[in-house]
C-alpha cells in the first residue's frame, strides 16, 4: 500500500518540528525558502537557555562565528546571574539584526510603492 504522506512531507514535518514552526521565516534576512534549510537558533546558547527563532543556514553561521570564543554555559560563580546577563545581551544582538531587517524591508516597500499603482485597502484583503 502506498504511504498517504510522501517522504517529502514527512521530512517537512519533522523539519517544522525541529523549527518548532510551520510557517518558517529566517528571523534575521526573511528567507522562507526550504525547510530544511533553516536551523532553529538559540538566542543564547541552549545550557544558557532553550529560546530562539527560525535562521538560515547562512545566517546562523555567520551569528555563529560571532559567538566562537565565547562559553557555551556558566563559567562564574553565580550561573543565574551570567545566564541572564547573556541571555540579555544575546537577545539585544538578535532584535538589532531584526531592527536591521525591517528598516531594510521598510526601505524596499517605501521604493516599491514609488513604482506601483495605487491599491485601495479594500481590494488588499
Ligand atoms: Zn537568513
Known amino acids: 500500500m502506498d504511504d498517504i504522506i510522501s517522504k517529502e512531507e514527512k521530512q517537512r514535518e519533522k ?13 534575521t534576512c526573511g528567507y522562507s525558502g526550504s525547510s530544511s534549510s533553516m536551523h532553529y ?13 527560525v535562521q538560515c543556514l547562512n545566517c546562523h553561521g555567520e551569528r555563529s562565528a560571532a559567538e566562537r570564543g565565547l562559553s557555551y554555559e556558566p563559567q562564574s560563580e553565580n550561573p543565574q546571574m551570567e545566564t541572564i546577563g547573556r541571555y540579555l545581551l544575546a537577545l539585544a544582538e538578535w532584535l538589532t539584526r531584526i531592527a536591521e531587517t525591517i528598516a531594510a ?20 484583503a
Not at 15 to 27: A, E, N, W
Request: glycine letters at 6%; charged letters at 30%.
Open 15 to 27: 523539519d517544522y518540528r525541529r523549527l518548532r514552526t510551520r510557517t518558517p521565516v529566517c528571523l
Open 105 to 124: 524591508f521598510g526601505a524596499w516597500l517605501l521604493d516599491f510603492a514609488e513604482s506601483s499603482p495605487n491599491v485601495e485597502p479594500e481590494a488588499i
Open 41 to 53: 537558533s538559540h538566542i543564547a546558547p541552549r545550557r544558557f537557555h532553550d529560546d530562539g527563532g
